[in-house]
């Protein structure tokens, strides 16, 4: 439940000395999850290091797992996984500090009445004064061109715009990735490009699991999953003409199954 996601926020820790020299942000080793007697995750081995990397699949294929499992929300039934040099088991509240998190639905991330106050949170929950947080989330506003947002009422925004604020939420605290999961599915065409072309501006590693293929098209990385496992990965040119086969012959027949 989103709603009752932790944001607390501390120093991070040395990296891990038993994460693998390389200059991959995330590692997966022999990952699997488990709900109940069902799998729903089998990851052998992955690394993340590109820039921008999207996730693609049917529902219920384990986009929004693998998502979780970066953040520490959800942790492997076995396995290991490594985030920014931090073992997501054993640092779990560090996580936040270099990983950010943006849900499909604004309205379960948003938990302050005002944007200000919004922004500000992250900031306090690091250290800072109210006033100094105030001041770096005003300053962060003013940057993005929504400077006159700071009082606003979070829920008198629009849909694009309570999800820029989420977006920047994040990146107040200035996370080294930014996870997003499906951010545009609720949002109209116009909004979509201009949030689109604001993220891939971004200095962050971003992962996101989407269906926009014109934003996963500029990517450098998709990954396909199919009912927990890894079936395509590589770039998009590649991944997402194949995706678009099976969507198609999957269209063909009369069985919604998702």
Known sequence: MVLGMS???RRAPAADPLAPAATARTIFEHVVVRHADRQVLAIPALCLDERRIGLIGDNGS???TLLRLM??????????IVVAGLDTAKHRKELPAEVGFVFQNPDHQLIFPTVGEEIAFGLTERGLSAAQARQQALALLERHGCAEWADRNVHELSGGQKQLICILAMLATE??????????????LPTRLVLSRRIMALPQQIVTASHDFDL?????????????????DGRPAEVLPAYRAHAAIAGAGDVVTS
């Open 216 to 232: 996963l098209a500029e990517f450098d990385r998709v990954i396909w999953l199919d009912a927990g496992r890894i079936r395509l």
């Open 62 to 64: 384990g986009k929004s």
């Open 7 to 9: 944001r607390v926020w």
């Open 175 to 188: 996370p080294s990735i930014l996870l997003m999961d499906e951010p545009f599915a609720s949002l109209d």
């Open 71 to 80: 953040n520490g929300l959800l942790l492997p039934t076995c396995g290991r």
